[in-house]
């Protein structure tokens, strides 16, 4: 797969359409052509302990923020016609899907690969678990920000052009 964009959303809190950030790379031919980093004013717009403590994103960090459609509205195009990759696609698709909804937007039926999966099927038992830093280590990418959207992004990207 040479042309596709990876995804990464991260939520405030437990519900999938609390997006609160997303991070884009688009690749074209094999090379990374585009990134996006969005902050996202989510809804329902409260961070719960948990989550905060994965990213550091707090509602101080997103009051001011455009809410979910304004953002993909900048997205959208940059995406159109691609195959989206994530890390654990079932949670990234959701809250996209979940966001759509939220937003009574027209689900456009985006196709999603999942690298974790692929993964699975690549690496097997020689990884001590499939997660996003692992898996880059593996494929030879140094996760330096884990849990910032385009950082998972980008080294998604970059398993994404190793395995799939």
Same mark, same amino acid.
């Given at each position: 797969?040479?042309?596709?964009?990876?995804?990464?959303?991260?939520? !405030?809190?437990?519900?999938?359409?609390? &997006?609160?950030?997303?991070?884009?790379?688009?690749?074209?031919?094999?090379?990374?052509?585009?990134?996006?980093?969005?902050?996202?004013?989510? $809804?329902?717009?409260?961070?719960? $302990?948990?989550?905060?403590?994965? #990213?550091?994103?707090?509602?101080?960090?997103?009051?001011?923020?455009?809410?979910?459609?304004?953002?993909?509205?900048?997205?959208?195009?940059?995406?159109?016609?691609?195959?989206?990759?994530?890390?654990?696609? +079932?949670?990234?698709?959701?809250?996209?899907?979940? !966001?759509?909804?939220?937003?009574?937007?027209?689900?456009?039926?985006?196709?999603?690969?999942?690298?974790?999966?692929?993964?699975?099927?690549?690496?097997?038992?020689?990884? +001590?678990? #499939?997660?996003?830093?692992? &898996?880059?280590?593996?494929?030879?990418?140094?996760?330096?920000?884990?849990?910032?959207?385009?950082?998972?992004?980008?080294?998604?990207? $970059?398993?994404?052009?190793?395995?799939?």
């Amino acid at each position: 797969m040479t042309d596709f964009a990876a995804i990464d959303f991260e939520t !405030a809190n437990a519900h999938r359409a609390s &997006v609160c950030s997303v991070g884009v790379v688009v690749v074209r031919g094999g090379e990374v052509v585009d990134t996006l980093y969005r902050l996202i004013r989510p $809804r329902p717009n409260f961070y719960s $302990r948990f989550t905060t403590a994965i #990213h550091g994103l707090t509602y101080a960090d997103t009051a001011d923020a455009p809410d979910f459609e304004e953002v993909w509205r900048d997205v959208a195009p940059r995406i159109e016609g691609l195959p989206l990759v994530a890390h654990n696609a +079932p949670f990234d698709e959701g809250c996209l899907r979940a !966001a759509f909804d939220l937003y009574d937007m027209p689900y456009p039926g985006y196709e999603f690969y999942c690298t974790c999966r692929a993964s699975r099927r690549v690496f097997g038992k020689r990884l +001590p678990n #499939h997660q996003l830093h692992t &898996v880059s280590a593996a494929c030879g990418f140094d996760l330096q920000h884990h849990h910032h959207a385009l950082a998972d992004a980008e080294a998604c990207a $970059r398993i994404a052009l190793k395995i799939l």
